[in-house]
């Protein structure tokens, strides 16, 4: 898969929110924000998939220092849009 603008692959790197299930690719930084997972685990993702994260992981939050960043709103709006394991059914 080509890197449009060297960001980039579905078979490359992502960010660490990216699901090993999810072939969607990220979204801007890869270090966008900062997620708390269910078990207390910290995981910095790109916008997309930290969302998809939210959605995904009952127990996960946005890291408290993201509240400062003027996208976790956005995150958190984008993450009540989708349902859990949004790439199970081709979202
Ligand atoms: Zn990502």
Do not use: N
């Not at 939050?61 to 995150?75: E, F, S, T």
Request: negative net charge.
């Amino acid at each position: 898969m080509e890197k449009p603008d060297g960001g980039w692959s579905l078979h490359g790197p992502r960010c660490a929110a990216a699901d090993a299930k999810d072939p969607t690719p990220c979204q801007g930084p890869s270090t966008a924000v900062t997620v708390v997972d269910g078990t207390g685990r910290e995981v910095t993702g790109c916008r997309w998939h930290s969302a998809r994260l939210l959605a995904s992981d009952g127990g996960a939050r946005l890291h408290p220092m993201a509240g400062l960043l003027p996208c976790a709103v956005d995150i958190y709006c984008h993450a009540g849009d989708l349902p859990p394991f949004a790439w199970q059914v081709g979202r």
